[in-house]
C-alpha cells in the first residue's frame, strides 16, 4: 500500500518509524482529501462530507505553515514529494 511505502521513506531519512511525525500527518491528510474529492465528485450534495474536506484542509495548512517555518528544507521536499503545490521561487 502507499502508506506503507511512504512510512518506509520518512524511516530511512529519520531512522525510526514515527508515525507522529508532521510529514506522516500530511501524507495522511493528504490522502483523506483525494478519496474526500474523488468521492464529492460523485456526490456533489454530500454536504457533511464537504464540511469534512475543508476541516482536513484547514489542518494540513496549520501543519505545512508550522513546517515552513520550522525547517523549509523538509517542507520543500515534502511538498515535492506529495506534488501537492507549485514551490514560488525568490
Known amino acids: 500500500m502507499v502508506k506503507n511505502s511512504f512510512i518506509s521513506v520518512i524511516s530511512q531519512e529519520e531512522k525510526t ?12 491528510f493528504t490522502n483523506k482529501i483525494r478519496r474526500l474529492t474523488s468521492h464529492l465528485e460523485f456526490h456533489k450534495k454530500d454536504y ?7 476541516k482536513i484542509l484547514g489542518k ?6 508550522y513546517l515552513s517555518k520550522k525547517n523549509r528544507i523538509r517542507y520543500k521536499e515534502l511538498i515535492s514529494q506529495l ?4 514551490l514560488k521561487t525568490r
Open 17 to 28: 518509524e514515527n508515525k507522529g511525525s508532521v510529514e506522516f500527518q500530511v501524507f495522511s
Open 48 to 54: 457533511l462530507s464537504q464540511r469534512g474536506l475543508r
Open 60 to 65: 494540513r495548512q496549520r501543519l505545512l505553515t
Open 83 to 86: 506534488d501537492i503545490r507549485e
